[in-house]
T-cell receptor, first 110, second 113 residues
């Protein structure tokens, strides 16, 4: 099956810092999503981004489908950005099922 | 109101008990999914359904069963719960077609003693 690798596994930031999270995948995908899992366990949709670049406030994401990677940028981090960030990809050939990476755990310190 | 709801939100049960987790959605989506998340790990797919008459096994279906009672409702059952089924369970929905984003419910935290 498809491999989804996220890096780094853990990230500690000082409030106000910027960071980049990476997601590599091993096959051509038709959809890609980024999620934030908050400390209460809820999964929040951040981006639906099979290709191109999108921005939402202090967050932005870029997917380069031809090179099989996606990047999530966090700017001016805040303590509320803490949690786990997941990348998930969907393949037409895999019945449109989402395959998740292991996540990047982000801790933002005040 | 939330588009995807799950009940119960938390449940503690004993080994051998039967338990049902319920999911309802108001998004009008045809596709529904059940996932499991173990502590410190990503999500794994248990079952998925493309419509009321189409139910499919995911990666980790052993020990689980599902029922799609209507387009808007998808239930997950543990016939005889065991401790290693202790996990966070999520329901999700997606529209049909080539292009579609999955939306997740708030999760059910299940503990099997």
């Amino acid at each position: 099956g498809i491999q989804v690798e996220q890096s780094p596994p853990d990230l500690i930031l000082q409030e106000g810092a910027n960071s980049t999270l990476r997601c590599n995948f091993s096959d051509s995908v038709n959809n890609l999503q980024w999620f934030h899992q908050n400390p209460w366990g809820q999964l929040i949709n951040l981006f639906y981004i099979p290709s191109g670049t999108k921005q939402n406030g202090r967050l932005s994401a870029t997917t380069v489908a031809t090179e099989r990677y996606s990047l999530l940028y966090i700017s001016s981090s805040q303590t509320t950005d803490s949690g786990v960030y997941f990348c998930a990809v969907e393949l037409r050939s895999n019945d449109y099922k989402l395959s998740f990476g292991a996540g990047t755990t982000v801790t933002v310190r005040a | 109101d939330a588009d995807v709801t799950q009940t119960p939100r938390n449940r503690i049960t004993k080994t051998g008990k039967r338990i049902m987790l319920e999911c309802s959605q108001t998004k009008g989506h045809d596709r529904m999914y059940w996932y499991r998340q173990d502590p410190g790990l990503g999500l794994q797919l248990i079952y998925y359904s493309f419509d009321v008459k189409d139910i499919n096994k995911g990666e980790i279906s052993d020990g689980y069963s599902v029922s799609r009672q209507a387009q808007a409702k998808f239930s997950l059952s543990l016939e005889s719960a065991i401790p290693n089924q202790t996990a966070l369970y999520f329901c999700a929905t997606r529209s049909s077609g080539e292009v579609g984003e999955q939306f997740f419910g708030p999760g059910t935290r299940l503990t099997v003693l």
